[in-house]
């Protein structure tokens, strides 16, 4: 199996940056793509943004050109560079990691970590 540790998050000003990370381990696993989602209390879990092994990334109307992800293949790590951050954006961020490994494809999910951006 895969495990997700998300380091990052807390409280900022709007306006301001934050940046998370998510590191995967396991053993005898290979990472088809990796991610961030976020949830609010009362609502579905959404996107954010995600990249690919291959580096083609994924994000969400309400980020683009403020969110930015990117990731180390080798180092199984993918993080999320969070600039202009606005109070809607507060929420609990997950990271997501969908790999294969000996039983074939499956998903993982960090602990989740708490952005929340002060108006």
């Known amino acids: 199996q895969v495990q997700l540790v998300e380091s990052g998050g807390g409280l900022v000003q709007a306006g301001g940056s934050l940046r998370l990370s998510c590191s995967a381990s396991?053993?005898?696993?290979?990472?088809?793509?990796m991610g961030w989602y976020r949830q609010v209390p009362g609502k579905q879990r959404e996107l954010v943004a995600d990249i690919t092994s291959g580096g083609y990334t994924n994000y969400s109307d309400s980020v683009k050109g403020r969110f930015t992800v990117s990731s180390d293949n080798a180092a199984n790590t993918v993080s999320l560079q969070m600039n202009d951050l606005k109070p809607e954006d507060t929420a609990v961020y997950y990271c997501n990691a969908e790999f294969m490994w000996s039983a074939g494809l499956n998903t993982a999910w960090g602990q989740g970590t708490q952005v929340t951006v002060a108006s």
């Open positions: 396991g053993t005898s696993f290979s990472i088809l793509t």
